[in-house]
C-alpha cells in the first residue's frame, strides 16, 4: 500500500489512556494532520453542507429551515465517538491550521458488520489537488494495519471526481447498485486491504 504514513515514528500515535473509548488518532501525510474535529470546526463542515451537489440526496443537504445549523453541527462533533473504529478525522494543512475537509471509516448498515465504509469531502476551493487521494491513502494504511481485510466506499454514478479518486485508491466498482430515479444510482466499491 502506498501513500498515508502514520503520526510518529511510522506507527499510530495514541494521545492519552490507550484504551479504545478514549483515544485520539491523529494520521500525518506530507501536506495533511487528520485528526479529531473540534467544535469551532463546524463552521467548515457548514461550508460542505451548502457546496454540495444539488443532485445529493435532501438529508445530506441544508433544509429549507436552514438545517443543519452550525449549532446542530457542534452537537455532532460532541456526541461523536470513535470508540471502535477511525471514524471521520478533520483533514489539516500542516502548517496553517486550516481544516479543509474530512476522510475516515463510517459504519453502513448495507455493508458486511466489520467492514467499513471509506468516506470524505473537501471543500471546493481544494478540489484537484489531490488531497481526498492522500488522506485517503493515510486512513487505508490505518485500516490495514488496524486489521481491516476489506473496505467499501460508496459514491453516486454522477459523482466523476470522487469516481477518479476511489480509482487511484484501487477500489473495484461492485454489481452491487442502488438505484436512484431522482438522485442517482449509488455505486458499491471495494477495496481488499
Not at 483533514?91 to 463510517?106: F, H, M, N, P, Q
Amino acid at each position: 500500500m502506498q501513500g498515508g504514513v502514520f503520526a510518529g515514528a511510522d506507527s499510530l500515535e495514541v494521545m492519552g489512556h490507550p484504551t479504545a473509548h478514549e483515544r485520539k488518532i491523529v494520521l500525518e501525510t506530507d501536506r495533511l494532520l487528520l485528526r479529531p474535529g473540534r467544535l469551532s470546526e463546524a463552521v467548515i463542515l457548514h461550508e460542505l453542507w451548502t457546496e454540495r451537489d444539488p443532485r445529493v440526496p435532501p438529508h445530506r443537504r441544508i433544509d429549507a429551515e436552514g438545517r443543519p445549523t452550525v449549532e446542530d453541527l457542534e452537537d455532532r462533533i460532541r456526541g461523536c465517538s470513535h470508540a471502535n473504529s477511525l471514524g471521520l478525522l478533520a483533514a489539516e494543512r500542516k502548517g496553517s491550521d486550516d481544516v479543509i475537509g474530512y476522510c475516515g471509516l463510517t459504519e453502513n448498515t448495507k455493508l458486511p458488520e466489520g467492514e467499513p465504509e471509506l468516506a470524505f469531502e473537501f471543500l471546493r476551493r481544494v478540489w484537484g489537488q489531490g488531497y481526498a487521494t492522500e488522506a485517503a491513502w493515510a486512513v487505508l494504511s490505518w485500516a490495514q494495519a488496524s486489521g481491516y481485510q476489506r473496505l467499501w466506499a460508496t459514491v453516486s454514478d454522477w459523482n466523476a471526481a470522487s469516481r477518479r479518486v476511489l480509482a487511484k485508491l484501487e477500489f473495484i466498482e461492485t454489481d452491487r447498485v442502488e438505484p436512484g430515479e431522482v438522485h442517482g444510482d449509488v455505486l458499491f466499491t471495494t477495496k481488499q486491504l
